[in-house]
């Protein structure tokens, strides 16, 4: 008994195993089909390397049916391609469908339903080793398939250490993040302390004479030390924490992007369409419980721009385009601010049928309509049932994508942003915060306040002399060198009541989105290291924060988000208190 | 009462017993509307805004603070007074005088922190340290609602009617986008 259930917990284990060992082959097979490699034995001998750790794993845990699986996989990789050539489609195709059918069936052997079913040899039998793409005893076949199984919870435990692992409750290592604050206000206090002693030596110093005042500075001074040397302890602990939370909490956003290659291999392969994915900034991590609150509006918007924005390649090459449509999902990250554009370069929204489909739906009245900005017109998508699909496919067109996914990212404390131009293509900007780990700030003073700058954003901070500065103090511009900055008055933005300083004054050359302007501030206080936390859900409709931290004694200070000093009164905003479950 | 309890109290002399009798007495009678004594009651914190009598349901408070630590909010809706750190936590302090368009008399040095329910709190400030009391729960009932069913008006004995707000109606009513700094 013992040992059957140490075997279940074995296989339970090598799921997240198999699992990417299959995402590895998947994403050498797409490099290969679409030669988008210089390395094809390179390539090959990887996909031959994670076959074989499938079998001898398979083997080893006794699973026979997986183990002739894979080693059935590793004969057709072998017979069907050649180690310095990309692979052929329908090659890749087979291998694509045994993945998914050893994870099926790996599950099944999971859930305990492994004994039902079909033996492997008339699965192979019935067209595996024919190079016949249809395969009973699998998971469905249809290109939804692909992108369902991106939809699917990670396997990955949140903890790996080889072949143990275990699974943490996220709330916990939310936990964990206060109590890491908490140490770092403690390091803001012990700075606070030793301001204090260096204050008292002084006052020793001027107050008293003889060997007591001598005793008492050499034991202030002594005591100082010891602070600094606790101070700088508390430092490195706070780090080693900060980062070993940060790796159980966090992956990189290409863990949820990755199987979306293959999805969309898939429906293009159905479609007859051609579109390649690419991801920027796929190495940004984020909060394992954001990712997996993105994968729904990933999947929808991905699959979206192939069903309904990229064209056929005949149309394509008819309007001038290339024949193949790009599909970019761009991650960036300002401080503890996200965001996520996926465009395309397709056939941009059709405005008329939104405006007709939320018409018919009865979201909308012609009166609201007549009201509505044309750039307006487009946002409609994101009411519920609004589609301009013209039929249902297996992909999409039941219109319960655009809401689903503004709703998805405003339950994380977000906002979604939709551009679309016709025959050029959509763009839908997701922006959220982050929810773990800190970032440096730059703290500010601007009239008798305190704010804070993602460090991330200053690319430079100035003393501007008058001879830098043409029209002061109302159409102020920063002019040094070749550069000449709009000046953007903190206190004047912010509304508080200040006496204008006179130059020179304090900049911040702020970037953001590829703009830039010279903010000026009363004072710059200095840069510090502080989580960002979340503003209450009553400051929802402010846009200029994307958060607040708190400083030593409990002081909260406000976190300017640089994209509002930016852009101004047009950002999206940026809610409270995200609802991550 | 439970029996470790019983035997508790059974422990202690009669002069501790009686004084802790008239202090119970003490406590209860001062604040305690006079009620029908088969009327079931609800406990409240009461306070004065400007010239009227306000009332919350007891259990939605958790904490009255001095109000100091509160970070002005440039661009905040009106009613926002800032933000502050409760229990590792940043809230929201509110202008309750804002929130129901009234006046105060005085600056306001208390904050009430109150949960809106699931854990959800926001400070709010009051002029006094409120008083806890009850009042009876049929005449709530039966109290008619105003305010678009933030408020309800309660009679009662001296010194006369309560008016007991709807916390989370209360905050909801705020408009989010109000305050919000042009550019």
């Known amino acids: ?581 | 009462m439970n029996r470790a309890r019983e035997a508790e109290v059974a422990a202690l002399s009669s002069e501790v017993r009686e004084l802790l009798v008239r202090r119970a007495e003490r406590i209860r009678t001062p604040n305690a509307a006079p009620l029908d004594a088969d009327d079931e009651v609800m406990w409240v914190a009461s306070f004065r805004l400007g010239d009227k009598e306000y009332s919350i349901p007891l259990s939605a408070l958790r904490a009255a603070i001095p109000r100091r630590m509160v970070t002005f909010v440039p661009g905040a809706p009106r009613a926002v007074l800032g933000i502050l750190q409760f229990n590792g936590e940043i809230i929201t302090a509110l202008s309750m005088a804002r929130l129901l368009e009234t006046e105060g008399h005085a600056p306001t040095p208390i904050l009430l922190v109150v949960d809106l329910g699931r854990g959800h709190n926001v400070a709010l400030d009051c002029e006094h340290v409120p008083l806890a009391t009850t009042m009876s729960l049929s005449a709530f009932r039966a109290a008619p609602l105003s305010a678009g069913g933030i408020l309800r008006r309660v009679p009662g004995p001296p010194p006369g009617v309560s008016t007991v707000i709807d916390l989370l109606r209360l905050v909801q009513s705020q408009d989010p986008w109000a305050g919000h700094v042009p550019r």
């Open chain 1, 1 to 581: 008994m013992y040992r059957a259930d140490a075997l279940a917990q074995l296989i339970q284990g090598f799921v997240a195993e198999a699992s990417d060992l299959c995402e590895s082959v998947t994403r050498d097979l797409l490099a290969l089909e679409r030669s988008e490699t210089r390395d094809f034995a390179g390539r090959h001998e990887s996909i031959a390397r994670a076959l074989h750790t499938l079998k001898g794993a398979a083997g080893t845990l006794g699973i026979e049916d997986l183990e002739l699986l894979a080693h059935r996989l590793e004969d057709v990789v072998a017979a069907h391609s050649s180690p310095q050539q990309p692979i052929a489609s329908l090659v890749a195709d087979l291998v694509l469908r045994g993945l998914d059918v050893f994870m099926f069936r790996l599950r099944a052997h999971v859930d305990g339903s492994g004994v039902t079913l079909e033996a492997i040899e008339d699965v192979l039998a019935s067209g595996l080793l024919a190079l016949s793409p249809a395969l009973p005893a699998g998971p469905p076949d249809d290109a939804g398939a692909a992108f369902a199984e991106a939809l699917k919870p990670s396997e990955a435990p949140l903890v790996a250490g080889g072949p143990q692992t275990w699974r943490v409750d996220p709330d916990q290592v939310t936990a964990l993040i206060k109590e890491i604050e908490r140490l770092r206000v403690l390091r803001f206090r012990l700075d606070a302390r030793r301001r204090d002693a260096a204050r008292i030596v002084s006052i020793v110093s001027e107050s008293w004479g003889g060997p007591a005042s001598r005793e008492v500075r050499s034991l202030l001074a002594g005591m100082d030390a010891a602070a600094k040397i606790d101070r700088q302890e508390v430092l490195d602990i706070v780090q080693a924490l900060e980062d070993g939370v940060k790796t159980i909490g966090t992956q990189p956003v290409r863990v949820v992007v990755d199987p979306l290659y293959r999805a969309v291999r898939d429906l293009c392969r159905n479609t007859g369409k051609e579109a390649r994915l690419s991801l920027v900034g796929g190495e940004i991590s984020l909060d394992r419980r954001v990712l997996e609150a993105l994968k729904g509006p990933l999947v929808h918007l991905i699959r979206n721009a192939v069903d309904h924005g990229i064209e056929t390649p005949e149309e394509r090459l008819s309007l001038g385009k290339h024949h193949e449509g790009s599909i970019v999902v761009r991650v960036e990250q300002q401080g503890n601010v996200v965001s996520i554009e996926v465009s395309d370069d397709g056939a941009g929204l059709k405005v008329d049928a939104i405006r007709r489909a939320a018409l018919d739906k009865g979201a909308v009245t012609e009166d609201e309509i007549a009201g509505m900005a044309p750039e307006d017109l487009s946002k409609l998508i994101f009411l519920p049932s609004v589609s301009t699909a013209e039929s249902v496919t297996a992909t999409s067109g039941r219109g319960i994508g655009m809401d689903a996914v503004k709703k998805n990212i405003e339950e994380l404390g977000g906002s979604v942003e939709l551009h679309s131009v016709a025959r050029q293509g959509t763009r839908v900007l997701m922006t959220f915060p982050a929810q773990l780990g800190s970032s440096p700030l730059l703290i500010v003073r601007a009239s008798e306040d305190h704010f804070a700058v993602p460090l991330v954003s200053v690319e430079s901070v100035a003393t501007a002399q008058p001879h830098d500065l043409r029209g002061w103090p109302d159409e102020a511009r920063f002019e040094r060198g070749e550069r000449s900055l709009r000046v953007v008055n903190l206190s004047e933005v912010l509304d508080l009541k200040q006496r204008r300083s006179a130059p020179p004054i304090q900049v911040l050359v702020i970037h953001s989105h590829g703009q830039r302007v010279a903010v000026a501030v009363d004072e710059i206080v200095g840069d510090l290291e502080l989580i960002i936390r979340p503003l209450p859900r009553e400051l929802a409709g402010v846009s200029m924060y994307q958060g607040a931290s708190v400083l030593a004694h409990g002081q909260i200070v406000l976190i300017l988000r640089p994209d509002w000093l930016v852009g101004g009164r047009d950002v999206p905003r940026i809610s409270s208190s995200p609802s991550v479950s």
